[in-house]
């Protein structure tokens, strides 16, 4: 439960970052790379550029007259019906200059009735109040709006060309319109697509939008993709006026002079003029390809419940499962992330993979490092008592708990014990005492270790072994059987070393019985042991006291079982502490293998 409780953890961190957004530009590489698929330019949108060619040919831009954009226009549209659809330029054509040729331009404009010109938004930050009294700075307050001259004003249309950069710096969102003290004012891309709808009859779609009226928007071009040709080349005749009929023509700066440049999501590695990033905008608004960014707060709470979720539950699975289900979440989260931008909607990614990956590296050292060396103590544990081959086994099992939680199988029980070592160890000193027990105990336990048994606990002057535990054993009821003749044997030699040492032998009974029983770590949290418990193990302890020195005694049920392999001479039956019905006893007096 406690574990479980843990799962709020990282869902509350994800809410914090979600607040706090500390890796917005992170966040903003990754959604670049999900949501920005180049689709390629429309064909029907064209850039004459002002470039170095231009410049070269014309001299710098600030000297030119305001001629070049008379004749401009005057030559893409002498001929309404090759003209193009619309003609936009990206440039301030701002404050009265030569009044015959701003004359001419405004001319120009007003004949072919399809130009829009750029103003500009000028900001400056103003402290509010809202209709319930509160107050606020609104660092997006317009002071006023920069027009063409007046003449050209009246004539064209305009849209504001302010570049709406994010917070790392990339242009990956576009404003509508904003409302200024003159009005609802377009953008400069917004209305180009308004102008193209109405010259081509096409409905103007309004998408979803920000309380700023902004937009996340795809860009299909790349740098230098969209059809560009040189002003200069335009002018002297070399390009066709037939090349621009019904395409909307941007006219823009396309040299590195003019500062018009930009860091773009789509080619991080290259800037982006002006002009070309409202080609990508205007595209994006003809066909639909908008975002709105979910509301932090209504993405932050689905995201809490599936993160609170996940690690509730893969909390208490194995290692495998919960990491699958961690990458399986993330990979469902960027693709729900891709539809969703599809279908106008733009969400974060790099909080839900921070929490996702923090949860499986938890996940990592929780269920394996931990786990690893929790085995590493069991096995450091059970090699003190069991064969090491079956150490081994136990340690390349997969299902290492398994193999040591509680269950029923058949198992051989064995129980040895010195006989009259009480009185013995009285006129002893406690030393000899010590040293004879350890004897006895390694001859014990190297018999049992030897035919693969499980040396269970010592009990005082007793031991006790299990057969066929913690994994099947081939032939368990025969090794419990040469384990108890083994000792038997061994301990008439201990029993001359001994009496010639120190002037006392000893003599072992021995227990051995078969059936089932329950094995497993029993204990409490901090004292657990490994052992067999039930009727079977009782059954094996009160053989072992019914044993006479030198003596080893089996139940009938483990000597049918080997009847033919070993010889054992019945002691007829016996009533046994515990048990309600007598069972048969044999003496074991020689087996054949």
Same mark, same amino acid.
């Not at 809410?15 to 429309?42: E, N």
């Not at 319109?177 to 308004?194: D, H, M, P, V, W």
């Not at 990458?327 to 909080?351: D, E, K, N, T």
């Not at 931990?370 to 590493?376: D, H």
């Given at each position: 439960?406690?574990?479980?409780?843990?799962?709020?953890?990282?869902?509350?961190?994800?809410?914090?970052?979600?607040?706090?957004?500390?890796?917005?530009?992170?966040?903003?590489?990754?959604?670049?790379?999900?949501?920005?698929?180049?689709?390629?330019?429309?064909?029907?949108?064209?850039?004459?550029?002002?470039?170095?060619?231009?410049?070269?040919?014309?001299?710098?831009?600030?000297?030119?007259?305001?001629?070049?954009?008379?004749?401009?226009?005057?030559?893409?549209?002498?001929?309404?019906?090759?003209?193009?659809?619309?003609?936009?330029?990206?440039?301030?054509?701002?404050?009265?200059?030569?009044?015959?040729?701003?004359? =001419?331009?405004?001319?120009?404009?007003? #004949?072919?009735?399809?130009?829009?010109?750029?103003?500009?938004?000028?900001?400056?930050?103003?402290?509010?109040?809202?209709?319930?009294?509160?107050?606020?700075?609104?660092?997006?307050?317009?002071?006023?709006?920069?027009?063409?001259?007046?003449?050209?004003?009246?004539?064209?249309?305009?849209?504001?060309?302010?570049?709406?950069?994010? #917070?790392?710096?990339?242009?990956?969102?576009?404003?509508?319109?904003?409302?200024?003290? @003159?009005?609802?004012?377009?953008?400069?891309?917004?209305?180009?697509?308004?102008?193209?709808?109405?010259?081509?009859?096409?409905?103007?779609?309004?998408?979803?939008?920000?309380?700023?009226?902004?937009?996340?928007? =795809?860009?299909?071009?790349?740098?230098?993709?969209?059809?560009?040709?040189?002003?200069?080349?335009?002018?002297?005749?070399?390009?066709?006026?037939?090349?621009?009929?019904?395409?909307?023509?941007?006219?823009?700066?396309y040299a590195p002079g003019f500062q018009d440049a930009y860091q773009v999501s789509v080619n991080r590695g290259k800037s982006m003029y002006g002009v070309e990033i409202n080609a990508n905008i205007l595209q994006a608004f003809m066909e639909g390809k908008t975002a709105v960014d979910v509301k932090v707060w209504i993405h932050a709470a689905i995201m809490f419940f599936i993160i609170l979720l996940y690690f509730y539950i893969a909390v208490?699975?194995?290692?495998?499962?919960?990491?699958? $289900?961690?990458?399986?979440?993330?990979?469902?989260?960027?693709?729900?992330?891709?539809?969703?931008?599809?279908?106008?909607?733009?969400?974060?990614?790099?909080?839900?993979?921070?929490?996702?990956?923090?949860?499986?590296?938890?996940?990592?050292?929780?269920?394996?490092?931990?786990?690893?060396?929790?085995? =590493?103590?069991?096995?450091?544990?059970?090699?003190?008592?069991?064969?090491?081959?079956?150490?081994?086994?136990?340690?390349?099992?997969?299902?290492?708990?398994?193999?040591?939680?509680? $269950?029923?199988?058949?198992?051989?029980?064995?129980?040895?014990?010195?006989?009259?070592?009480?009185?013995?160890?009285?006129?002893?000193?406690?030393?000899?005492?010590? #040293?004879?027990?350890?004897?006895?105990?390694?001859?014990?336990?190297?018999?049992?270790?030897?035919?693969?048994?499980?040396?269970?606990?010592?009990?005082?002057?007793?031991?006790?072994?299990?057969?066929?535990?913690?994994?099947?054993?081939?032939?368990?009821?025969?090794?419990?059987?040469?384990?108890?003749?083994?000792?038997?044997?061994?301990?008439?030699?201990?029993?001359? #070393?001994?009496?010639?040492?120190?002037?006392?032998?000893?003599?072992?009974?021995?227990?051995?019985?078969?059936?089932?029983?329950?094995?497993?770590?029993?204990?409490?949290?901090?004292?657990?042991?490994?052992?067999?418990?039930?009727?079977?193990?009782?059954?094996?302890?009160?053989?072992?006291?019914?044993?006479?020195?030198? $003596?080893?005694?089996?139940?009938?049920?483990?000597?049918?079982?080997?009847?033919?392999?070993?010889?054992?001479?019945?002691?007829?039956?016996? @009533?046994?502490?515990?048990?309600?019905?007598?069972?048969?006893?044999?003496?074991?007096?020689?087996?054949?293998?």
């Amino acid at each position: 439960m406690r574990k479980k409780l843990l799962s709020f953890i990282p869902a509350c961190i994800l809410g914090l970052l979600f607040l706090l957004a500390p890796f917005y530009s992170l966040d903003s590489m990754i959604c670049d790379k999900l949501y920005q698929k180049l689709s390629g330019p429309r064909p029907d949108i064209k850039i004459i550029c002002v470039d170095e060619e231009t410049l070269g040919e014309y001299g710098k831009f600030e000297n030119w007259s305001r001629q070049k954009a008379a004749e401009l226009v005057e030559f893409l549209c002498k001929d309404m019906q090759t003209a193009p659809s619309v003609v936009a330029f990206d440039f301030m054509f701002t404050g009265e200059s030569d009044a015959e040729t701003d004359q =001419r331009l405004a001319d120009a404009c007003e #004949k072919a009735g399809n130009v829009v010109m750029a103003t500009n938004l000028v900001y400056r930050g103003e402290t509010k109040k809202t209709q319930s009294g509160e107050v606020y700075f609104d660092e997006w307050n317009i002071e006023t709006e920069e027009y063409p001259y007046e003449a050209l004003k009246l004539v064209t249309d305009s849209g504001y060309t302010n570049v709406q950069m994010a #917070k790392d710096g990339f242009v990956r969102y576009a404003q509508l319109f904003t409302q200024t003290k @003159e009005g609802l004012r377009n953008s400069f891309a917004y209305e180009i697509y308004q102008k193209y709808s109405e010259e081509n009859g096409v409905k103007v779609d309004i998408p979803m939008h920000s309380s700023r009226n902004q937009v996340a928007f =795809r860009y299909s071009g790349d740098v230098g993709e969209y059809y560009h040709v040189s002003l200069r080349d335009v002018l002297n005749g070399t390009i066709p006026t037939s090349e621009f009929t019904d395409c909307i023509v941007l006219i823009g700066a396309y040299a590195p002079g003019f500062q018009d440049a930009y860091q773009v999501s789509v080619n991080r590695g290259k800037s982006m003029y002006g002009v070309e990033i409202n080609a990508n905008i205007l595209q994006a608004f003809m066909e639909g390809k908008t975002a709105v960014d979910v509301k932090v707060w209504i993405h932050a709470a689905i995201m809490f419940f599936i993160i609170l979720l996940y690690f509730y539950i893969a909390v208490s699975q194995k290692l495998l499962p919960a990491v699958i $289900e961690g990458i399986a979440i993330m990979v469902l989260h960027m693709g729900a992330g891709r539809l969703l931008a599809l279908r106008g909607y733009r969400i974060s990614q790099i909080y839900v993979l921070i929490i996702l990956t923090g949860c499986i590296l938890y996940f990592i050292v929780e269920k394996y490092l931990l786990e690893k060396i929790k085995r =590493r103590r069991v096995l450091a544990a059970f090699k003190r008592y069991m064969a090491p081959q079956v150490v081994d086994k136990l340690a390349a099992s997969k299902d290492f708990e398994s193999c040591l939680g509680g $269950e029923k199988r058949e198992v051989a029980v064995l129980f040895v014990d010195i006989r009259g070592f009480t009185t013995m160890s009285e006129s002893l000193k406690p030393e000899e005492v010590v #040293k004879i027990l350890n004897e006895y105990l390694a001859l014990t336990t190297s018999c049992i270790l030897k035919n693969e048994g499980m040396l269970d606990k010592f009990i005082g002057d007793a031991t006790m072994a299990v057969f066929n535990a913690p994994f099947d054993q081939n032939d368990y009821c025969m090794a419990a059987i040469k384990t108890a003749w083994d000792i038997q044997q061994g301990g008439k030699e201990l029993g001359e #070393k001994l009496l010639e040492k120190y002037g006392k032998t000893v003599q072992f009974g021995v227990g051995v019985h078969c059936g089932e029983a329950v094995v497993g770590n029993i204990g409490c949290e901090f004292r657990m042991d490994y052992t067999a418990i039930g009727d079977t193990v009782n059954t094996a302890s009160r053989l072992e006291g019914k044993a006479r020195p030198g $003596e080893v005694l089996i139940s009938e049920a483990i000597y049918e079982k080997l009847q033919g392999r070993i010889t054992g001479e019945i002691l007829g039956e016996l @009533e046994l502490k515990g048990k309600k019905e007598k069972i048969r006893v044999y003496q074991l007096t020689e087996i054949h293998e």
